[in-house]
């Protein structure tokens, strides 16, 4: 997991996929504990950014209606 892009780099779509390639990958693989924690954290901080994403066009759609936000 050395050569991944920063998450805070990432478009939306681009983390959403990771996510779901990160999940699937927890689901089904039989990791050692280390590197099932590190997939995890990475799981996380992927879900953090798709959030941080959805708020900032949910502001961004908002401001467009003319919404006080």
Do not use: W
Request: aromatic share 2%; charged share 30%.
């Amino acid at each position: 997991m050395s050569n991944l892009k920063p998450v805070e780099e990432m478009t939306y779509e681009e983390t959403l996929a990771e996510l779901q390639t990160v999940v699937a990958a927890l689901e089904q693989e039989s990791r050692p504990l280390d590197e099932t924690i590190a997939l995890y954290e990475r799981g996380q901080a992927l879900a953090r950014h798709c959030a941080l994403l959805l708020e900032k066009a949910e502001l961004r759609v908002r401001q467009l209606n003319g919404e006080n936000v």
